[in-house]
């Protein structure tokens, strides 16, 4: 889902901690950004994103019950909302899982306003929200095999139905670029890198950027 959002992003924000929901709701509204729901579970944000249908979900990973992973899956399944991570550790092993299960993003809980204004912001338009050192070592933890070691020779389906302007493309989404730096890299315009993205993920079988930019590096496509 890649789509330009008219007037406030609105969020959803899922946190078992009252206090930590607040705060955000403060830094969101601060900056522009309409919390429409609260969700204290990955139950409820589930309910809640079916219901007030946000563009992002704010989802925290660690909570009671159903937790984060298993309701970003469900989230993104139906295509209820782009999803945005927030955890404490930026190598939280529950990020990977949040990652596999197509979040389109991950943040630290410690993120300042303007910063989460600006990945709430390219979430909702479908891209990524990672910074380019944290995207290098997220990627890179998943190139790896259980032991730390690199990934053996990968095969990745569907990476000889790519076209080599789509090759290209994959290799920038593995770089973590988004829609405009895909655009300014290639000498197309953003809307024409969006639309060589969305084709990239539907013969890559993926549903987010991220899942993407993974199977680039397995690939040996980025660096």
Do not use: C, W
């Not at 204290?40 to 944000?45: F, H, L, N, S, V």
């Not at 988004?178 to 024409?192: L, P, V, W």
């Not at 969305?198 to 993407?212: D, I, Y």
């Amino acid at each position: 889902m890649t789509e330009e959002i008219d007037g406030p992003i609105r969020v959803l924000v899922a946190d078992d901690h009252a206090a930590v929901r607040a705060g955000l709701r403060l830094l969101l509204e601060a900056h522009g950004v309409e919390v429409v729901g609260e969700a204290g579970d990955g139950a409820a944000a589930i309910r809640n994103a079916r219901a007030l249908r946000p563009d992002v979900v704010l989802m925290d990973v660690r909570m009671p019950g159903t937790d984060g992973i298993e309701a970003t899956r469900a989230i993104v399944a139906d295509s209820l909302a782009q999803v945005l991570v927030l955890t404490t550790f930026d190598l939280d092993e529950y990020v990977f899982g949040a990652v596999r299960a197509g979040a389109a993003g991950f943040l630290l809980k410690t993120t300042s306003g303007p910063a989460l204004q600006a990945a709430v912001e390219a979430v909702a338009r479908g891209e990524g929200a990672l910074s380019p050192e944290v995207t290098r070592r997220l990627l890179d933890r998943f190139a790896q095999t259980a032991d730390g070691a690199p990934t053996p020779s990968p095969e990745v389906p569907g990476l000889a139905e790519l076209t080599a302007r789509e090759r290209e493309v994959l290799s920038a989404l593995g770089e973590g670029l988004s829609n405009s730096g895909i655009g300014q890299r290639m000498h197309i315009s953003a809307s024409t890198a969006k639309t060589h993205v969305s084709r990239v993920l539907a013969k890559l079988g993926v549903v987010s950027r991220m899942e993407a930019a993974v199977l680039a590096r397995r690939a040996g496509l980025s660096d």
